[in-house]
């Protein structure tokens, strides 16, 4: 079985659904993302006072519960869901595309009259080209989304430079131009194809998997355990294009993307490109877990 059956429901409410569970998965989760992206943009050699014992020379965040404990200390909880609005915007557009447009694209690769389950090479090729369409179309989203996460990292004193959402797109238009709210779409097109892959085909797989087994039946524990081993394939696989999204689009100082990947392998070493891996796999776990839930459940309403 799929995560969407197209015979029973429309491409539109299918769309409905995804953009609603993606949403809703993000809100819930965007604080562990923030850590991510800070912990991402912190580069070797970069000191603050440690949380516990008020030592001197340590990386300013360190781990998940520590980054998300320095944040709230220096800026206040609400900093944690900064960038919510344009993450919202983004699962509009990425996330309600990239679902609802999987299945049809799954079809036409398998043809019509394919009958039996599909095989796993064109779960991931479906995914694949779902994934690098909506991200191309809701790249300016994500771009605003990192460039608010990415405000607390500036250097003491450094004025912010958005007070919104809105202000960020308006501002980035203003001075960059347009062409700048597509900034880091390459690498942003190679991350969010793969984990679109990863999330989307081994989701499928899995729960396939876990049906066959005496005893499971298509619940929600069935869906729990899918989307936790979906949101581990999409971090390992993920996490380097990840890190070097996340650079481009929160540092300008990189030329391009070999740039910013040649920078960080030979100052920081490979090991840079994993990263905040902790708290990307506690987000994006948590994430698939929460969307995967709820997507199932609002696609079981309009199935009836």
Not at 76 to 85: D, E, H, N, S, T
Not at 149 to 171: C, F, I, N, W
Not at 237 to 258: A, L, Q, W
């Amino acid at each position: 079985m799929s995560i969407s059956d197209p015979n029973r429901i429309t491409f539109a409410q299918s769309f409905l659904c995804s953009a609603f569970a993606a949403c809703f998965a993000e809100f819930c989760t965007i604080p562990l993302d923030t850590a991510k992206v800070r912990l991402q943009l912190q580069k070797k050699g970069s000191v603050g006072v440690d949380d516990d014992d008020g030592g001197i020379g340590l990386p300013k965040y360190r781990g998940l519960i520590g980054t998300v404990k320095t944040i709230a200390r220096e800026e206040g909880v609400y900093a944690l869901w900064k960038g919510i609005v344009p993450g919202l915007h983004r699962q509009c557009l990425y996330g309600g595309l990239r679902i609802a447009l999987y299945d049809p694209v799954k079809t036409f690769l398998v043809g019509a009259a394919f009958v039996g389950e599909v095989p796993l090479y064109h779960m991931i090729l479906a995914a694949l080209l779902t994934g690098a369409l909506a991200i191309t179309i809701a790249n300016p989203t994500d771009l605003v989304k990192v460039r608010l996460q990415a405000e607390g990292h500036l250097p003491s004193g450094v004025p912010k430079r958005y007070s919104g959402a809105m202000d960020a797109y308006s501002t980035i238009l203003k001075h960059e131009g347009l062409g700048a709210l597509w900034t880091g779409l390459g690498p942003n097109i190679a991350r969010n194809a793969i984990i679109n892959a990863a999330e989307l085909a081994s989701y499928d797989q899995v729960k396939q998997t876990i049906l066959k087994i005496p005893g499971f039946t298509d619940n929600a524990f069935t869906h729990l355990l899918a989307g936790l081993g979906a949101g581990l394939f999409a971090v390992f696989i993920g996490s380097p294009v990840d890190v070097v999204k996340s650079r481009m689009m929160g540092d300008s100082s990189y030329k391009n993307t070999f740039d910013c990947f040649l920078k960080t392998s030979f100052n920081e070493g490979f090991l840079a490109f994993y990263k905040g891996f902790l708290p990307n796999f506690g987000r994006v776990g948590a994430w698939n877990v929460i969307m995967f839930l709820t997507l199932e459940q609002a696609k079981g309403v309009f199935r009836g």
